[in-house]
């Protein structure tokens, strides 16, 4: 069952196109990445998909329902994440989700052990009788996330949810999406701009460049693809050549993209063409990685 189907989604602001007809489909229990530098449309989509703003253009249905027409039944199985936490600083996180429950569903005995459960699996039991205002970042994330399961929705959407915290509790959140996904068949759409956090937990992604669609693809098909003509190379050579090589590599046909690692080394992307490095260079080829793709995709832009 299509949990998300997406048609021709469009979003303008003025003049300023957010979001450029785009389309894709979420199958019920998948998570999926939406993938994309910063302006790029991502928060524009969750935006849409959580019922906060309304697109200009395109059908929505979520679980059946239609965005249009449906509205209120679709907030009744949904849940936002997003970096601004959506909590009372003067409560307490206990307090803060017996409020949310209160609001979403009918407070019983099952209810107040669902909270409970979720302050103890996210490691806040220590603070569940402190003010919100006093926790971390982190935790205050944590809890966020722990506000949005207190209905147990259908559909999770999660808008840059790792944002400006520290790596090990990102990577707590993200082990925890994964576990809420298989343990209750949610569905899950994350937004992100931190390529290892997509490519850990997602089974389909979508690269968002200037408001279009440029990937929509599973992550095992994605690599299938562009392995078949993207190399990456880690060039090594005398530091004070360092200038020779970059105008070399700015007029090489072959290269579509490369960054510096070092004042003696690069990292070279090319397109699949042979491309002869002058001979004082050391060429080693390394391991295609999603972020070398989405670097490649991101400058290439969307079509």
């Not at 409560?91 to 107040?112: D, G, R």
């Not at 979720?118 to 982190?138: P, Q, R, V």
């Not at 959140?173 to 937990?201: A, D, F, G, K, P």
């Not at 579509?256 to 060429?283: C, M, W, Y």
């Amino acid at each position: 069952m299509l949990a998300i189907n997406v048609s021709g989604l469009t979003k303008k602001y003025k003049k300023f196109t957010a979001v450029d007809n785009i389309s894709f489909k979420v199958e019920q229990g998948r998570i999926y990445g939406l993938l994309g530098p910063n302006g790029a449309g991502k928060s524009t989509i969750m935006k849409v998909l959580s019922t906060l703003i309304s697109p200009c253009a395109g059908h929505v249905e979520i679980m059946g329902y239609s965005l249009e027409k449906d509205k209120e039944k679709i907030k009744s199985i949904i849940s936002l994440v997003s970096d601004y936490t959506v909590l009372e600083d003067d409560l307490t996180p206990y307090e803060n989700l017996k409020m949310f429950a209160e609001i979403s569903v009918s407070m019983n005995s099952q209810v107040e052990g669902r909270i409970s459960s979720l302050i103890e699996d996210f490691g806040l039991s220590m603070y569940k009788d402190k003010l919100t205002k006093n926790l971390s970042s982190g935790n205050k994330q944590k809890l966020n996330i722990a506000r949005a399961l207190i209905k147990k929705p259908q559909i999770l959407l999660l808008d840059e949810p790792t944002n400006a915290i520290d790596v090990e509790t990102s990577r707590f959140i993200s082990e925890y999406i994964v576990r809420e996904n298989l343990e209750s068949n949610t569905t899950v759409v994350i937004s992100s701009h931190y390529i290892w956090e997509v490519e850990q937990i997602a089974s389909e992604i979508g690269v968002i460049v200037n408001g279009k669609l440029a990937v929509n693809k599973k992550s095992s098909e994605i690599f299938s693809d562009y392995k078949q003509f993207l190399r990456i190379f880690e060039l090594a050579f005398p530091k004070e050549k360092f200038s020779e090589v970059s105008v070399f590599l700015d007029v090489s046909s072959g290269v579509s993209n490369f960054r510096q690692t070092g004042h003696d080394k690069l990292i070279v992307q090319t397109d699949g063409s042979e491309v002869a490095f002058p001979d004082f260079v050391s060429v080693t080829e390394k391991e295609l990685s999603l972020e070398d793709i989405y670097s490649h995709i991101v400058k290439k832009g969307a079509v």
